[in-house]
């Protein structure tokens, strides 16, 4: 369970870590607008744009930029959430009466 846990986040975090710093990406531009045209930085008016400018500068690897960080802040804690979760449902599933045990996920 440990082990599938931490691939689980890991699959999860190579899956949707480009939406993710699209999405960062497009917020800080929003937020700073002013600022963003008055230097070099690039003001992005969709989350397409901001794939299409990212791929552009930075290559494909532009898009897991912080991809490191986030697998190592949620690997670890998803493997630990699996690995409770499992012992805490195999501990209820034995205190329970035999009727309620449908019930557990």
């Not at 960062?24 to 969709?46: D, E, F, M």
């Not at 990212?54 to 290559?59: C, Y």
Request: charged letters at 15%.
């Amino acid at each position: 369970d440990f082990i599938a846990g931490g691939c689980a986040s890991i699959t999860s975090k190579l899956i949707l870590q480009p939406l993710d710093t699209c999405k960062t990406l497009l917020q800080a531009s929003r937020k700073a607008g002013a600022a963003h045209q008055a230097s070099k930085t690039p003001v992005y008016t969709s989350l397409l744009d901001v794939m299409v400018k990212v791929i552009k500068q930075k290559g494909p690897k532009g898009l897991y930029r912080g991809l490191t960080g986030s697998i190592a802040t949620s690997a670890p804690s998803s493997a630990v959430f699996f690995t409770a979760y499992q012992a805490a449902k195999q501990a209820l599933q034995g205190a329970l009466p035999e009727k309620a045990r449908w019930a557990l996920p």
